[in-house]
């Protein structure tokens, strides 16, 4: 069955501190993993796809890199505004529709 | 810049009622999708469209129907609402690179309709 954890569900940071977020997947035949931020009161914002082992991508304090079996978002030096929750979604390899199966999301909160 | 709108954002409604969830995007995107989100809790797929006149049933067993007559037009109906349906309603859309394509477009949201009913 397809499926998508991440870890922790919630992380408290200060200010510059920097850490990363796990996403760990299984799925038959990746057609591409998907990183989203979300604020409360808000729909997902789209920040990465990746489609391949080894790939990585940046924006900002954030990259995002991709193994066969989990994706990891960095964020170097955070700020306040960093603040919300991420989701980590893949695509499902049996078809094209576009369907993702998303994580439960971490909740990052940064301090001042 | 949300370039797919929800309305209403809120609504607070009494068991039994019908209702409408509307979505509309302006991208001229092919895909469209709903989602339902529960607090603390995954995206859960309950519609999806291809192009006008597609629909499917999502991964998520919902009571709720939807129709897409016009490209940029999805809209999501309950006959009748019950205190079971609260939650929010992300609506997202995703461009079409072709039927050889074996990747999509990353989806595009809303900012979702959060349901009560009371």
């Known amino acids: 069955e397809d499926q998508v954890t991440q870890s922790p569900e919630a992380l408290r940071l200060q200010e510059g501190e920097s850490s990363s977020l796990n996403c760990s997947y299984t799925?038959?035949?990746?057609?591409?993993l998907f990183w989203y931020r979300q604020d409360p009161g808000k729909g997902p914002e789209f920040l990465f796809t990746l489609y391949s082992a080894g790939e990585e991508k940046e924006k900002e304090r954030l990259k995002a890199t991709l193994t066969k079996k989990e994706s990891f978002l960095h964020i170097t030096a955070p700020k306040p505004e960093d603040s919300a929750t991420y989701l980590c979604a893949v695509q499902q390899g049996s078809s094209n529709t576009g369907k993702l199966i998303f994580g439960q999301g971490t909740t990052l909160q940064v301090k001042p | 810049e949300a370039d797919i709108y929800q309305t209403p954002r809120y609504l607070v409604i009494g068991t039994g009622k019908k209702i409408t969830l509307e979505c509309s995007q302006t991208?001229?995107?092919?895909?469209m999708y709903w989602y339902q989100q529960d607090p603390g809790m995954e995206l859960h797929l309950i519609h999806y469209s291809y192009g006008v006149n597609s629909t499917e049933k999502g991964d998520l067993s919902s009571e709720s129907t939807v129709s897409r007559i016009r490209t940029e037009h999805f809209p999501l109906t309950l006959e009748s609402a019950r205190p079971s349906h609260t939650s929010q309603y992300l609506c997202?859309?995703?461009?079409?690179?072709?039927?050889?394509?074996?990747?999509?477009?990353?989806?595009?949201f809303g900012n979702g309709t959060r349901l009560t009913v009371t």
């Open positions: 799925v038959s035949g990746l057609r591409g």
């Open positions: 997202a859309s995703s461009a079409n690179r072709g039927p050889k394509s074996s990747y999509n477009s990353p989806l595009h």
């Open positions: 991208m001229g995107h092919d895909k």
